[in-house]
């Protein structure tokens, strides 16, 4: 680690009130891959990207929301978590949350990301997220990463329960499709009349749902609720 690069990553952590004497992980929970692969192209070979704490990451979120909608909604249902943890942990409100700490400020990305937008890229950010959380996880436990994001998990659950924060079926399904299945959903008119839309979405060439609306986004929207719920079902 150079000494500007560890600077950056003792600023970050600073910002976030989390004291730390040996900074690797989370320095490594910074780098994206575009970073990790120019620097190795010049000769370095004690740098990697942050992809493996971000697949960690991504179970300590679920694992942080799960607890917190079964310790404090015991009158919620599974499908009722089921829904509130797709949203919450969906990339949207992961790439909110990293936006509230700043978080892409402190990013190591290559030219072409930094180029392009990368540092306000909620993909990017999502995932740096994560990667951040399996950082912490690894290095201090997860009642650390409940001290520190509880409260701003507890904040979006809430939402989302009290029905202020809209659940997004397509979005959620893409989400799910592409983590699970490395594709995105498509969706098809299969009838049209009296201004009416029927909309199948298909995965793998296989129709999973179908949906009507007034016009094509709603029924499209239909269709991914019900392609959404099926898939879960599935995975019961």
């Known amino acids: 680690m150079t000494k500007v690069e560890k600077e950056k990553v003792i600023e970050f952590l600073n910002k976030i009130n989390l004291c730390c004497k040996d900074i690797e992980t989370f320095f490594t929970s910074l780098i994206h891959s575009s970073y990790a692969n120019e620097q190795i192209q010049v000769g370095r070979s004690d740098i990697s990207s942050n992809e493996r704490l971000e697949f960690l990451g991504d179970a300590v979120v679920d694992l942080v929301v799960c607890d917190l909608l079964y310790r404090r909604y015991p009158n919620a249902t599974e499908g009722e978590m089921s829904k509130v943890k797709a949203a919450v942990a969906s990339e949207k409100i992961l790439s909110v949350m990293a936006r509230e700490i700043a978080l892409g400020d402190y990013l190591f990305l290559g030219k072409g990301e ?21 950082a912490i996880y690894i290095t201090f436990g997860l009642s650390k990463v409940k001290e520190i994001f509880g409260d701003r998990f507890s904040y979006y659950i809430s939402l989302v329960m009290e029905g202020k924060l809209l659940f997004d079926y397509k979005t959620a399904l893409q989400e799910l499709t592409q983590k699970t299945l490395k594709e995105l959903p498509e969706y098809r008119v299969v009838q049209k009349k009296n201004n009416a839309f029927v909309v199948e979405v298909l995965i793998s060439n296989k129709v999973m749902g179908k949906g009507s609306g007034r016009s094509k986004k709603e029924a499209e929207k239909a269709a991914a609720e019900s392609a959404y719920k099926a898939l879960m079902e599935d995975e019961k």
Do not use: K, P, Q
Request: hydrophobic fraction near 40%.
């Open 114 to 134: 930094e180029n392009t937008g990368g540092r306000d890229r909620d993909s990017i950010l999502a995932d740096a997220f994560e990667a951040l959380l399996g």
